[in-house]
């Protein structure tokens, strides 16, 4: 193993220049997969980069947090109908994004106040309750949902006559980058620690002066920012609106993905939408088989991998990394 | 900053080298055309992907007879499992390889891709879903979309007028899924009782994710109607008679055409079926035309057998296109395509369907059904109420 010297380095991603030059080509080489990959890859890519956008806001709040919450569904409703309504008064894209991510973050703010008494399985039914509440109210409340019509959003111009699909992709892939960067610094900071202390026990966090009922509500409302930009870019990415996408279905998605990609982990949440995503495109030739398939594999990655992904991931580094010594 | 974003001014330049790309005719070649289909293959609408399944069977059968103008048929069968974020995937990957698009299944699906099938300039033919989705779009976005599907409305203003005849009473029910499609019905189940000088006594909606419609069938029964319509799935009809009957109410049933596959409908709810009145909008098992079709199609897919409602809207699906792809010649473009449907008057696939007419102005080529009663449930007939009534395109 590598000799880290002070919790700065610690902190560092990737911390030998291997590691950053293959990073960097990594990430280069997703930027320029419209030039090298299929077109469809495209729609499959932002697709993963918009949902790990909202798996890591979930990890935040599961993993880091400790708080369970099945109500995601709800906030993502939340953020993408204000994104909606918002676009189609008018407003700009960056601002329509923004103001869907505070929409869903005060939610979920509110949302928080029942996690200060209720703990596991119970914070999960409350929060199981209210995502059910809102997919109910948009269903019902037409003036909400746009009716029998739905939200229909218009498609993003891009800049210069460049092709949509490949500023869409881009553009998700840029924001991906910069929540995923945001995300790190979190969990890197006094925030993150604090998730983590509250998460490992609460009294034991409240008696080393951790404020619980601040740290509770900021993990609900920072995990829900996140999950109203997810659904902000759904929306914009399908450029339609309807209750229907927003049922405990999609809740469940959510967690799945997490638990797959690896609980408190910024790249496993990635891993976890990508999983969520690729796996049933990559099966789709298995028709009837592909929910099987999916099923299967997660109860291969829970058997074998408790970490997730993640996990995986972590041992593939370590082994690479003593080679050739075991 | 513990992360940096790296290579920001790469990705910059990488944004402003975009550039579209062109084929001569996507999915054309010398010996093959290709038709892409996406559809529920997997997920809560997996029932439906039998038509798809249907398509590729009887495309198979086309294939046999020595396919279109020395052109064989390949059928490029994508899930999307009802979920439209997955079918947008789909249609991104078809629009540049495939020639068509054959039958795609869910409002929610077309909603998705509506903007993309305009802009790629991608035939959609047959598409299953709400008509309203295309009728609400400028008319140059649906230049490529050829629907015959009746309208939920349309269809729910028949049905009433006919239930009120039949049933003799004033006093009607109606259960409905609680989106679109329920509330277009509702809508045109309003107007045609008031037309019948009767009244909507009861109206009752269930989520597609309830299993149990004890609630919905104590309230059906508190509005104390005397005909019950149902626009909801094959399961959730069959749920509410049986619950119906548990409390001991027996309305007489008429249900919209979504709910004309007779033989899932016994198998599902047995001899409360019985006597039911439900629309269809094509041919059926035990009508010649209709079981030319299923003959062909289960010979080929033998695991259809028992789906015979959904091999004959699978293989009319086929049968349109091909129509058109004849139609268009040997010499295949999108646009000639496009032109041959549009001239396409007065086809019945063999008398399967009532006259299917395109033209330049009307790409909703067909808009009728007809009333067909059930009979006993130890043979599973049907008999014919009214003949075909076609209600006016939308778009």
Request: proline share 4%; glycine share 12%; charged share 15%.
């Amino acid at each position: 193993m590598d000799l880290v010297e002070s919790y700065r380095e610690e902190l560092r991603f990737a911390r030998k220049p291997l590691g950053r030059a293959l990073l960097v080509l990594g990430l280069l080489a997703l930027a320029a997969l419209p030039w090298w990959g299929h077109r469809s890859w495209l729609a499959w890519g932002s697709m993963v980069w918009l949902y790990a956008i909202g798996v890591i806001g979930q990890n935040l709040l599961i993993g880091y947090a400790g708080q369970v919450s099945f109500g995601q569904a709800g906030f993502l409703a939340i953020g993408a109908y204000t994104f909606g309504h918002l676009r189609i008064a008018g407003a700009p894209f960056p601002l329509a994004l923004l103001v869907a991510g505070i929409a869903a973050g005060a939610a979920g703010w509110l949302v928080g106040f029942p996690s200060l008494r209720l703990k596991g399985p119970y914070l999960a039914i409350a929060t199981l309750g209210f995502g059910t509440a809102v997919y109910q109210v948009f269903a019902n409340v037409e003036a909400l949902s746009g009716g029998r019509a739905g939200l229909p959003i218009a498609q993003l111009r891009p800049p210069g006559g460049m092709d949509r699909d490949v500023y869409v992709y881009l553009l998700y892939f840029a924001l991906f980058l910069l929540f995923t960067a945001v995300a790190y610094n979190l969990v890197s900071s006094w925030v993150g620690r604090t998730f983590v202390a509250l998460r490992d026990s609460d009294i034991a966090a409240e008696a080393m002066g951790v404020n619980l009922t601040r740290a509770k509500l900021l993990a609900f409302a920072i995990s829900s920012f996140y999950t109203g930009v997810h659904g902000a870019l759904m929306a914009q990415y399908l450029g339609h609106l309807e209750p229907q996408a927003f049922n405990v279905q999609e809740s469940l998605n959510f967690f799945v993905a997490v638990i797959v990609g690896g609980v408190a982990s910024v790249e496993g949440s990635v891993f976890g939408a990508a999983f969520a995503i690729l796996v049933p495109a990559l099966f789709g030739d298995f028709r009837w088989a592909v929910p099987v398939l999916f099923g299967a594999a997660i109860l291969v990655v829970m058997i074998f991998e408790p970490l997730g992904l993640a996990g995986a991931w972590l041992k593939t580094r370590l082994y690479f990394r003593m080679w050739p010594f075991r | 900053m513990a992360f940096r974003l790296p290579g920001a001014a790469l990705l910059a330049a990488l944004l402003l080298a975009g550039t579209a790309r062109a084929a001569a005719v996507p999915g054309v070649t010398d010996t093959e055309v290709t038709i892409g289909i996406t559809g529920p293959l997997s997920g809560p609408a997996a029932a439906w992907g039998s038509i798809a399944l249907a398509s590729e069977a009887y495309a198979k059968y086309v294939n046999e007879q020595g396919g279109v103008h020395g052109r064989k048929l390949k059928i490029v069968l994508k899930d999307d499992g009802y979920n439209p974020g997955r079918a947008v995937a789909n249609f991104n990957e078809m629009k540049d390889s495939a020639f068509a698009v054959v039958g795609t299944v869910g409002t929610a699906v077309l909603n998705a891709n509506k903007d993309l099938v305009a802009e790629s300039g991608l035939p959609l033919v047959y598409p299953l879903g709400d008509v309203q989705v295309f009728a609400r779009e400028p008319k140059a976005k649906t230049r490529t979309v050829f629907q015959a599907y009746p309208d939920y409305t349309d269809e729910g203003e028949f049905l009433v007028q006919e239930a009120v005849k039949l049933a003799g009473t004033k006093k009607i029910g109606f259960f409905g899924q609680n989106d679109d499609y329920g509330k277009e019905a509702i809508e045109g189940v309003k107007k045609g009782a008031a037309k019948a000088g009767a009244k909507v006594v009861g109206e009752v909606y269930y989520e597609v994710t309830d299993r149990e419609l004890g609630t919905q069938a104590l309230k059906m029964k508190e509005s104390g109607a005397e005909a019950v319509l149902l626009y909801s799935t094959p399961v959730h009809a069959a749920g509410l008679l049986k619950e119906m009957a548990k409390i001991g109410y027996r309305p007489k049933v008429f249900a919209s055409f979504t709910l004309y596959d007779r033989d899932t409908m016994f198998r599902l709810a047995g001899d409360l079926w019985e006597g039911a009145y439900f629309d269809a909008a094509l041919g059926l098992r035990g009508e010649p035309a209709a079981d030319k079709l299923i003959a062909i199609v289960t010979r080929i897919d033998p695991k259809l057998k028992g789906r015979e409602g959904f091999c004959v809207q699978g293989a009319v699906d086929i049968l349109i296109t091909v129509e058109g792809l004849k139609r268009a010649g040997r010499n295949l473009t999108r646009e000639g395509f496009v032109k041959a449907m549009e001239g396409i008057r007065g086809w019945t696939a063999d008398g399967v369907s009532a006259p299917v007419n395109f033209s330049p102005e009307h790409h909703h080529g067909y808009n009728a059904v007809r009333l067909m009663q059930a009979g006993k449930a130890t043979d599973a007939t049907a008999k014919q109420i009214t003949p075909y009534v076609h209600f006016p395109p939308h778009f």
